[in-house]
């Protein structure tokens, strides 16, 4: 037998195409690899040509501190707010809504439906609420007088503990409520102390340039309207105190705060890709798994008459996700940077843009785009579909609040106006220059806050919300019912105090909500106005 007979040219021409066809593939992934390396650094280069800073050293460096501020660590904001109760139990509800619009205030009441559905008053609230009342004074006195920052080591990544942030609804909860305490009690230096401890929460947190502390800086601002809205219904007030708690709300900013947030997040994801200080192969491997690229043959052979195949996930899987880690590790993890990185800055380019002309339209654009993204293939764009999910929603949430901050300090102006006047303006332009600086502006349209004075007494301020639709000033949720938090309507309204006979009728519902075997029937008289 002849081991050493000549190759024919077929044979050679067939091992060629098959050499050819192998060496393709590798080929394409250096090419992508070269392509992805090539885009990242035009896109880096156009960034910094425009001023972007867009390491994490860059960031830290750039941060500013205020001029004699009091820098504290994470775990020494915790300790200040620690041991504050809400007292939901016994405490009264922050903005009950009777009906569409129409809203409960229980600081001239003396009784209510507690957490516990048990009839609570305010002796009960005291007696739960000491210890926060012997602190607050002296909490409020650091947030107010001193300019606290949080020390905050972002080298540290997603990593870095932030214990204090679980402290602040707390916190805010028990200035709400000792706020309406007080004026319940009459004493309106007091709730106006507590109502400016709550705003003074809101404004530590605006210098955390992280989502996750925005986010909580949102939920604090949230809860402090039903307490403000709580006071306006006092005819006490005096033009100064009100001025000074409009200054308070009128200087917040949510949606630049969120605009500065986005840029250290991107800053901080950028240390976990190849060459970044927090990069590991197996962090890229968890990603991969739980990504759902991982696990295909477990998930593949997981029932039927095979079902004994997915024994070998157990070998297969940790090898296949190895792989694919790998394969996006040295190809692909450019071009996943520069889909994250450049959806990112879509966002931040949104909220400066928005926030710069107070007018939130086109939102869905960037959840249009965050679903563009997110649609890629999985394996190559493994930190993109993990991280980009949450922003557009983030910026609406900021932008919410932002129409909601402007409705605040229009209620309060107009609350000014009306001690002055004995009467609320027939519009808005009334309250400029002397209570305002210029007439307020819906966020969410750009147009001016819609604003009707009552022909019966009163008057109806609204947004036209997310939307951006004007529905008359509709508090009602899209499916026509009431609301239970008044925050959530198709309009963002601010509500009116609901009458005696509204409040009746709503009690008689709520009898007939809580009535049942071993439950004890409220008495509606109690508490009513």
Known sequence: MRFNAPVSKKTKRLLAVIVVLLLLPVFWLIAERARGEWQFAAWTKAMRARGEKLTLDELVAGRKTPPQATLLTPADVELLLAGLSSARETAPPLGRITGPGRAIAFSQRTGWRGGDDKDRGWTDFERATDGDRARLPGIRARLTNETIRVRLDFGQGFDLMLPHLARFKGAAQAFAYEAMYDLHQG?????????????????????????????????VAGIAPSAVWEALQDDGWSDAQLAGLQADWARLRFLAATGEALRMERAVAGTYFPGGRHSSRAQMRQLVAFGGAGGAWSSGWNSGRFAWLAAFGDVIDPVTTFFRAELWRYVWAKQ???????TIQANIDWTRDHAERRDCR?????SAAEATALNHA??????????????????EKAALTEAWREIIVTAIALKRFHLRHAEWPASLDELVPGLLPETPVDWMDGRPLRYRREPEGGFLLYSVGSDGRDDGGDPRTEDGRATVVWQSGRDLVWPRAATTEEIAAYEAELIGNRTGPGRARWRPGRGRP
């Open 362 to 366: 086109g939102m869905e654009a960037l």
């Open 187 to 219: 004493d309106r230096a007091g709730a106006l102390a507590n109502l400016r401890g709550a705003t003074a929460l809101v404004d530590l947190l605006e210098g955390e340039d992280l989502l996750i502390s925005q986010l909580v800086r949102i939920a």
């Open 378 to 395: 999985p394996d190559r764009f493994l930190v993109s579909r993990s991280g980009l999910a949450a922003y557009s929603k983030m910026i």
């Open 336 to 342: 996943d940077q520069l889909v994250h990185h450049r």
